[in-house]
């Protein structure tokens, strides 16, 4: 099997990107797609492997999905199983999503432990305790490793999160779109992409209200779509290919990019002198003019500066003029491509900060008997240069690629698919940049 890219670096990215749809919104939309009766249809749905792998999950359980230039027709009538199967399951992450389009059509569900990136501990009690609150009945069977829930009430109630989490907001929001009964959710995540599953809810009939951080739920008994759904665009690849610019003295426009989607990485990009032009007609140009100043960050929920983004720029400040601290709040292994940037010549060391309130400050769950390394301390140097390097996780990968990109010579990446499971056509997009890449 190929997977593994040979790059040859040192070639100035050059060109426009029309961005993908947000693989984050995608997945959540054809899981939401299960609660209805009738066929659903999504555009600018990306190609890409965990977007393949859920299709091939929901087409296990009787939910047919044709995927075809970016369109997706989702017809659930033909469901006719409550279980996930333990191999898919551990490939798709938000399958756990699938708690309330299950249980609305058979009553109980059976998932497993979820997949994924393994970049930290993720904080699943949370959605189990919101499950729990407002009904369902869970309980988790330690010799399959699967959650097993029946419904025997309508969903109803209010849950407080302990913590914003962007997969729990929109778990318990599929849970209660569908009843008799009323449901409100405190201190909810605010990411965009809850922001467009909420408007395809409410567009076929669902009655979803947004104050802030609380969400208002008044269940109903059916959703219907009157017009497609076109998917939000992908803010984690509008910043990879942002950061693509500035690794490697490029210029690269954005041509469909909604700036506001991206705030948090421009504010910064500015503070570190990095060339931006936001266009009139939509869509944002990023483009080198000098090495970036050393600019630190500090990881947070949005609209805070996004985990998703923060190993791109650890890339960015490896180059940078002086010394940078990064310092990782909301996952527990997201730092582990600095071990890679290392053999290509980054000046990076990983420390623990000392702080006051550790457990108020970090979003998994923090355990003061535990030893972390949630930091890095970055020391700019002029070049990278070219080396081996493996991929760890999906926006761990899409760095190592970006490093290599931007350095002179030949490198090769080991681990493609993990960053083709979030990445459409990477390999085109790259290329008809001006870059060398092939799959070997």
């Known amino acids: 099997m190929h997977d593994s890219y040979t790059i040859i670096g040192g070639k100035p990215l050059k060109g426009e990107v029309t961005l993908a749809g947000a693989k984050n919104a995608s ?4 899981i939401a797609s299960v609660l209805f009766d009738d066929p659903v249809v999504l555009h600018r749905v990306p190609a890409n492997r965990d977007n393949s792998e859920l299709i091939h999950l929901l087409s296990e359980i009787g939910v047919s999905v044709k995927l075809e230039n970016n369109s997706a027709t989702i017809n659930p009538g033909g469901i006719s199983n409550h279980e996930i199967s333990l191999l898919h399951g551990s490939k798709v992450r938000s399958s756990f999503l699938l708690f309330g389009p ?28 919101g499950i729990r609150t407002l009904g369902v009945a869970v309980t988790y069977n330690h010799d399959t490793g699967y959650y097993e829930a029946i ?4 969903i109803i109630g209010t849950y407080t999160f302990e913590k914003p989490t962007h997969t729990g907001t929109e778990a318990l929001i599929l849970l209660a779109v569908c009843g008799s009964a009323e449901v409100t959710l405190h201190n909810c995540a605010l990411e965009p992409e809850i922001d467009d599953l909420i408007m395809f809810l409410n567009n076929a009939g669902a009655k979803i209200k947004r104050e802030g951080k609380s969400i208002h739920i008044v269940g109903v008994e059916k959703l219907a779509q009157s017009t497609p759904h076109t998917v939000v665009v992908d803010r984690n690849e509008a910043v990879t290919y942002a950061a693509m610019a500035y690794a490697t003295r490029g210029d690269i426009t954005l041509t469909n990019l909604n700036t506001n989607l991206v705030t948090a990485f421009i504010e910064k990009i500015r503070e570190a002198g990095g060339g931006i032009e936001l266009l009139n007609d939509g869509g944002a140009r990023f483009y080198y ?15 805070g500066y996004m985990t998703d983004w923060q190993p791109q720029w650890g890339l960015l400040m490896a180059t940078a003029n002086g010394t940078s601290i990064i310092h990782e709040t909301m996952l527990e292994s997201r730092l582990n491509y600095v071990q890679e940037l290392k053999k290509v010549g980054a ?6 900060p000392q702080i006051d309130n550790p457990e108020t400050l970090y979003q998994f769950n923090y355990d003061p008997h535990k030893q972390y390394t949630q930091a890095v301390r970055i020391h700019g140097v002029e070049r990278l240069h070219n080396g081996v390097m493996t991929v760890h996780d999906l926006r761990a990968g899409a760095v190592v690629v970006m ?13 493609a698919s993990q960053v083709e499971r979030g990445y459409e056509h990477i390999l085109m997009k790259v290329n008809a940049l001006g870059g060398l890449m092939q799959k070997s």
């Open 151 to 154: 419904k025997a009430k309508p």
């Open 347 to 352: 000046n990076m060391d990983l420390f623990q």
């Open 289 to 303: 003019t000098a090495r970036l100043r050393a600019t630190d960050v500090l990881t947070s929920p949005h609209p």
């Open 102 to 129: 299950l249980l609305r059509r058979f009553g109980k569900a059976h998932i497993p432990n979820p997949g994924g990136c393994r970049i930290g501990a993720r904080p699943i009690e949370r959605i189990i305790e």
């Open 403 to 415: 490093a290599a990109l931007s350095a002179e010579g030949e490198s090769v990446v080991h681990g």
């Open 27 to 30: 997945i959540k939309l054809m």
